[in-house]
């Protein structure tokens, strides 16, 4: 009974629906603080009304969006792809978006979407991937990947997080306007993509040809992380990415160890020394010329950053590492999300199967990625890394060095006027000040955005980084889930009163 007394008729929301009592009572903090913020507005209010009494239903629809294996990178899943953006296509029609169109690609169709219905007020591009990753190795997966099953409040499958449940959140709250007010309070367009995970290549190239068609005043994303659990977040900055693979090439076939082994370089081992003198003691990139564009953090950065919420100690301990390791003169927050790096995602050659065999394998791979940041540019650093590879690799064997993919870094400014609404927006939905904030993963189509579309974007991040996105038993938070509509609905009514 104690706890009706936080609701008002203004906002009424079926508190039996919530599970969890500790889930309760945030929830009900979120809304009382939501309507002492939105006495002006009572169409926000039944907004957030037909949020709550529709959340159910949003979280079913969500479960069948999931359940299209859509991923990017394999060809025996092209088709589900194709069903995939089907599926958004259909999604934006039947929440109110009339005008939607599929753009075929070279490889995976693009959904555009737009409700150009609000005259003289801001247009804003909602961007999203409907493209997921691979889920191996399946095996550690507790449930389906692509049955979406809620457990302990929190919806699990591939995509649930990245980026299927995050893009779903714009859908439901513009769902919301059509349905309470019969219109959104802004113009709307959509692009909702399905080759994020695989660098956005037509995507890029699409960008390049409809300048007009994508004309916005700002782009709004959620396909990042908050801070921390109940911390609404705005990033400001993406890494960039560099992806490399070394091949080391030694005898021309497999030799036996014992005959050999001792004469013949072994590709395996010499592989080892050259990624062994990538980075050195300090945890400094030792390619020459690497660190050469690198912006420094300024002043009022570093001042934000340790105003920033982090342990270290719980960082380790909740990966079970006794140690952290990283760049000397930074911090572990700052060598996340500011610093570049270099990681060896993957090598494969000589003998990988069970038990022993006596091998001198006669050619190895290694996979290198290198996180950017402004103003690193990928080709560059590709070339730097080359050169260096080259120079650094003895004569026994010869290496070949080829460029993956790349995606350029992003940074923008906290002052403009579109991320201040976005930071009051995920502050009233969270009933808590919001943080801003460096985002180490990467999002390559962003910077395409800001530079050809010349408009602001709004990272407003929904995952946590420990939901296991890209790996098994990925998850999304239903509180987030819930809490990203309701921010997605408060920015676009705080954006229409710019
Ligand atoms: N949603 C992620 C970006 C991200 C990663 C946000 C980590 C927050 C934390 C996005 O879908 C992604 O995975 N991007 C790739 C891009 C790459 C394949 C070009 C990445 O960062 O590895
Ligand atoms: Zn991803």
């Known amino acids: 009974m104690r706890r009706k007394k936080y609701l008002t008729n203004k906002v009424k929301i079926n508190l039996h629906s919530l599970k969890c009592f500790n889930y309760k009572r945030k929830f009900i903090h979120s809304i009382n603080h939501l309507k002492v913020n939105l006495d002006r507005s009572l169409i926000v209010n039944s907004v957030i009304n037909y949020i709550e009494k529709n959340k159910q239903r949003y979280l079913e629809e969500l479960k069948e ?16 792809v194709e069903k995939c953006a089907g599926f958004v296509r ?24 737009e409700w150009m219905g609000a005259p003289g007020k801001p247009t804003v591009l909602i961007y999203g991937h409907y493209d997921v990753q691979p889920v191996d190795p399946l095996k550690e ?70 300048k007009n068609l994508l004309k916005c005043d700002a782009v709004l994303i959620s396909d990042t992380s908050l801070h921390s659990p109940d911390t609404p977040t ?23 160890s014992g005959t050999f082994g001792g004469g013949i370089a072994n590709p395996i081992n010499e592989l080892s020394k050259i990624i062994s003198r990538l980075v050195d003691k300090d945890g400094r990139i030792a390619i020459p010329g690497f ?14 950053y340790s105003k920033l919420k982090f342990s270290e100690k719980q960082f380790a301990k909740e990966l079970k590492v006794k140690e952290l390791t990283g760049e000397k003169g930074y911090t572990t927050l700052q060598r996340i999300s500011a610093r570049p790096t270099l990681d060896c995602n993957g090598i494969f050659g000589g003998f990988m199967g069970e038990g022993a065999k006596t091998v001198l394998p ?35 064997v010869t290496v070949e060095v080829r460029e993956l993919h790349g995606g350029l870094p992003f940074i923008m400014s906290l002052n403009n006027k579109y991320i201040v609404a976005a930071s009051k927006a995920v502050s009233k939905a969270f009933g808590k000040q919001a943080v801003y904030s460096r985002e180490g993963g990467s999002i390559p189509i962003v910077v395409e955005f800001a530079d050809k579309l010349k408009a602001p974007v709004v990272l407003m991040g929904l995952g946590l980084d420990t939901d296991d996105i890209h790996s098994p038993n990925e998850h999304f938070h239903i509180r987030n ?17 710019m």
């Open 65 to 80: 969006y999931i359940s299209i294996p859509s991923i990017s990178t394999l060809k025996e899943n092209k088709s589900d």
């Open 141 to 210: 997966w507790k449930t389906d990947p692509f049955k979406a099953v809620i457990k302990d409040n929190k919806i699990w499958a591939r995509g649930s997080n990245d980026n299927k449940g995050q893009n779903f959140v714009h859908m439901k709250s513009v769902e919301a306007f059509f349905k309470v007010k019969g219109k959104p309070p802004v113009n709307i367009k959509y692009i909702i993509e399905g080759e994020e995970e695989i660098g956005s290549g037509n995507l890029q190239k699409f960008i390049k040809k409809n």
């Open 362 to 396: 006669s050619r190895v791979t290694a996979k290198i990625s290198m996180r950017l940041v402004p103003n690193q540019d990928p080709h560059e650093i590709a070339k730097l890394f080359k050169k260096y590879v080259n120079s650094i690799t003895p004569k026994t």
């Open 90 to 113: 259909d999604h934006l029609k039947k929440i109110g978006i009339k005008k939607v169109q599929i753009f075929k690609t070279e490889r995976h169709p693009i959904v555009y979407g």
């Open 481 to 497: 889930f819930e809490r990203g509509i309701l921010s997605s609905a408060l920015f676009l009514d705080e954006i229409s009163r």
């Open 234 to 256: 705005i990033s400001y900055g993406l890494r960039g990415l560099c992806y490399m693979e070394i091949e080391v090439i030694g005898p021309n076939r497999d030799l036996h």
């Open 291 to 304: 660190y050469s564009n690198v912006v420094k953090l300024t002043e009022k950065e570093k001042e934000n």
